[in-house]
């Protein structure tokens, strides 16, 4: 997995650049208005701390916020950073797996598009929203010639959350998660290590014959043993002693193992608390105190890791 010269495992710090336009979608609402987006502006935020801990990040951005001018400026800005732009769809829908595949297509299409047309970038990479990921959205992705896609949380507890999740909401937004939402309990049995998934079982690598998709799966870090999600989304939400000793836990135990560690935030977990209207704004802390959170996580990626975009490690896995 490493070079013998590289003396720290590779870190992928990636943000889901969802805004208000994801976030309507995500608990049926209806965006009021046509001004700032709030959330998407805490985009800039992420950039000074990335800066400060020498992190390269990947952002995977929506086509339908490309088509705004002030979106574009702080995207332009983050690619002049020297960081990634991957595919998150056009339109981030609410449900992502029960579309047609016509209907992926086109989201994912759509998407590769804007991102050639406004920063002349081939994306090769690709995250469903909430983590819907399917065989057929895996041959999609292979058939449009993209590297990697990064839509593997393998945590069993992915119906647990979605109990959670459709108790806590479903009486203010009365939206229940569809059983693709996280996946299956199933990916838990995914590596924790980049792999090509079979055609057949998308969570367990190919086989040696080459029966496999040509796209690379590159799972979420997860805890040790009970793969609890630990990235910042959910992190948050936990309550905060153990917020801390579970992702220090996890990322000192990947470190000791020289695994790539894949850290998600999203644009959300920088916001007021005033703008967030679903389970995020019942369960997170204060804003200094999760900003204070995310500097520590990038503190701890840097003395513990190599940071790198997304598609650098996949080109420095397929040299080997």
């Not at 574009?72 to 690619?79: E, P």
């Not at 000192?252 to 560690?261: D, E, G, N």
Request: charged share 25%; glycine share 4%.
């Amino acid at each position: 997995m490493l070079e013998k010269n590289q003396l720290k495992p590779p870190a992928l710090v990636q943000v889901d650049c969802d805004g208000e336009l994801a976030l309507s979608n995500h608990y049926g609402l209806e965006r009021k208005g046509n001004g700032t987006d709030r959330i998407f502006a805490v985009l800039k935020q992420f950039l000074r701390i990335f800066d400060r801990y020498g992190i390269k990040a990947t952002l995977f951005v929506c086509g339908k916020d490309m088509e705004d001018e002030e979106k574009r400026s702080i995207i332009r800005a983050a690619l002049d950073a020297g960081h990634e732009l991957a595919n998150h769809t056009y339109s981030h829908p609410g449900a992502f797996q029960p579309l047609s595949r016509s209907e992926k297509i086109n989201e994912i299409v759509k998407t590769q598009s804007l991102l050639f047309e406004h920063f002349g970038v081939e994306s090769h990479g690709f995250r469903a929203p909430n983590f819907e990921l399917d065989k057929e959205l895996v041959e999609i992705l292979t058939d449009k010639g993209l590297a990697y896609d990064c839509s593997m949380l393998p945590t069993p507890f992915s119906p647990v959350i979605r109990a959670v999740k459709t108790l806590l909401t479903k009486k203010k937004f009365n939206i229940s998660y569809n059983h693709g939402y996280l996946g299956p309990c199933t990916f838990a049995l995914a590596p924790r290590k980049p792999y090509y998934p079979s055609s057949k079982t998308i969570q367990r690598p190919a086989i040696a014959d080459g029966n496999h998709v040509k796209v690379m799966e590159i799972p979420v870090t997860v805890s040790p043993i009970l793969k609890l999600p630990i990235h910042s989304s959910y992190a948050l939400a936990y309550p905060r002693a153990f917020s801390r000793a579970i992702t220090q836990h996890t990322l000192r135990w990947v470190a000791r193992k020289k695994l790539p560690l894949l850290y998600v935030f999203h644009l959300s977990d920088l916001c007021e608390t005033s703008i967030l209207s679903g389970i995020e704004g019942r369960l997170y802390n204060n804003l200094d105190s999760r900003t204070s959170f995310v500097n520590w996580v990038c503190k701890e990626i840097q003395q513990q890791f190599e940071s790198m975009t997304t598609i650098e490690l996949v080109r420095s896995l397929n040299e080997l």
